[in-house]
């Protein structure tokens, strides 16, 4: 064994020791607890800047929330961490007027991102994956007179609200896009792009999703 090689074998020893001790002092359990009492108080002040939080609501550190006022959430509802919530009332002095309502129960996984301008309404006990994007708009409605104007400066479009049912379920990378709306206990695959009505207990998968099952 060459002398380079076991030095980085004796050093790698070395530091497992003195992580194994500190892990007796301050154990990834420990940690893990200490962020619950951190989460707690973060909720709380996440809370005070939204029209309305429900009992129980837990928003994981750290979120982005822009609009605040303009978003009510249910009563155990949950945020994870890297979440962004915004409800835009002015873009490039483009006056708007959003609303975005999440139900009771409703569990998000990490990285999030909800962009209101319009209306967005979540029910009940919806479950999603990470990364998923929930949009009621976009820059610009694609015309040839909106093409010619850099994205960042065309006025915000949406073709209409977003409403999503009841125990909905949303995989992983999903984005759901203006005007849908998703019928409750309906159950959307990994990495779909919802961009129509999806009807009640059924599944949907794909880009653009489509039916491929019915459940009810």
Sequence with gaps: MSKKR????????????????ISKIYSYETHRELLLVWDFFYSHWIAASLSYAGKGFVA??????????????????AICKHGTLTAWDNYNGQQLNPTLIIGDRCDFGEYLHISCCYRIEIGNDVLTGRWVTITDNSHGDNTIDTIEVAPASRPIHSKGPIHIG??????D?????????IGAGAVIAANSVVTHDIPPYSIAAGIPAKIIKVLK
């Design 166 to 171: 009841d125990k909905v379920w949303i995989g």
């Design 60 to 77: 994981h550190y750290p979120i982005t929330m822009i609009g605040g006022k303009f978003i009510h959430i249910g009563e155990m509802s």
């Design 6 to 21: 076991a030095l980085r074998l004796y050093l790698d020893h070395f530091i497992r020791g003195v992580f194994g001790v």
């Design 173 to 181: 990378k999903v984005t759901i896009l203006n005007g849908v709306s």
